[in-house]
């Protein structure tokens, strides 16, 4: 089944829901809408009794996403209005991530970049074609990443946030396996099946149990998020003044 905007695909593999970001002209960077799409099919996919496992991808072999389209223009003109927007957006896509009952595994076909790569880092597990990279290189545009660093320090401790974001470097696929930010690592030709073999482990557990563990293993992270967002509200109003 494809959705109505053809910019994220949505297909249902037996009892494994496939969502693929597919704008690759683009690098797969998000616009609002396609954004809100993917959190809504996140929230309908954990909430469908047959789905046992949400795969979130993107189209093409280059990039999985540069994350929101920074570069989409309001149509009402009002560019501060526009950053909320992509902020709400964001958020609730995060949250769909983290919250959602089932196994949500990203599938890197490609370059996890800014908010990409908080995805990858939030999702229950993650599984990268062996070209793959991770890189939070906000601080190379002159902006500060608060959920990216906090997301981070929770994950992997400060050491990692030092790492990552003071130099904004891209970090391989090989290196994050080591490192612990990655499931599995494998060949292009190999990427889906090891996918669907991440999503079909996790998806045989208890699904009530697996919830319950996963809302207790993420409330530590829930609470970083919510203290990075407050912060990144605080910039925007300075920015705006």
């Not at 695909?9 to 009892?15: G, S």
């Not at 009794?49 to 189209?59: D, E, F, K, Q, S």
């Not at 597990?125 to 793959?132: F, P, Q, S, W």
């Not at 009530?208 to 207790?216: C, G, L």
Request: aromatic content about 2%; some cysteine; glycine content about 8%.
């Amino acid at each position: 089944m494809e959705t109505a905007v053809s910019h994220v695909i949505v297909d249902r593999h037996d009892d494994v829901l496939w969502i693929t970001v597919n704008r690759p002209e683009k690098a797969n960077a998000m616009t609002v809408a396609m954004v809100e799409q993917i959190s809504e099919a996140i929230v309908a996919g954990g909430g469908d009794p047959a789905i046992r496992a949400v795969l979130l991808t993107g189209a093409g072999e280059r990039l999985f996403t540069a994350g929101v389209d920074v570069r989409e223009k309001a149509e009402d003109g009002d560019v501060a209005r526009q950053r909320e927007r992509r902020s709400r957006a964001l958020a609730a896509l995060q949250d769909a991530v983290i919250d959602a009952p089932k196994p949500v595994v990203v599938v890197l076909n490609g370059a996890a970049i800014g908010g990409g790569a908080m995805l990858a880092l939030l999702a229950d597990a993650c599984v990268a074609v062996d070209t793959a990279e991770l890189a939070l290189p906000e601080i190379d545009l002159g902006i500060a990443t608060y959920s990216g660093a906090n997301i981070l320090a929770t994950i992997g401790g400060r050491a990692l946030a030092l790492d990552l974001i003071q130099s904004g470097r891209r970090m391989p696929a090989s290196e994050a396996m080591s490192r612990g930010l990655l499931q599995s690592v494998a060949s292009r030709d190999g990427l889906t099946s090891a996918a669907m073999a991440v999503a079909t482990k996790l998806g045989e557990k208890d699904a009530a149990v697996f919830a319950d563990n996963k809302r207790w293993i993420n409330r530590a992270l829930k609470a970083a998020l919510a203290e990075a967002r407050e912060e990144h509200a605080r910039h925007r109003a300075r920015a705006a003044q």
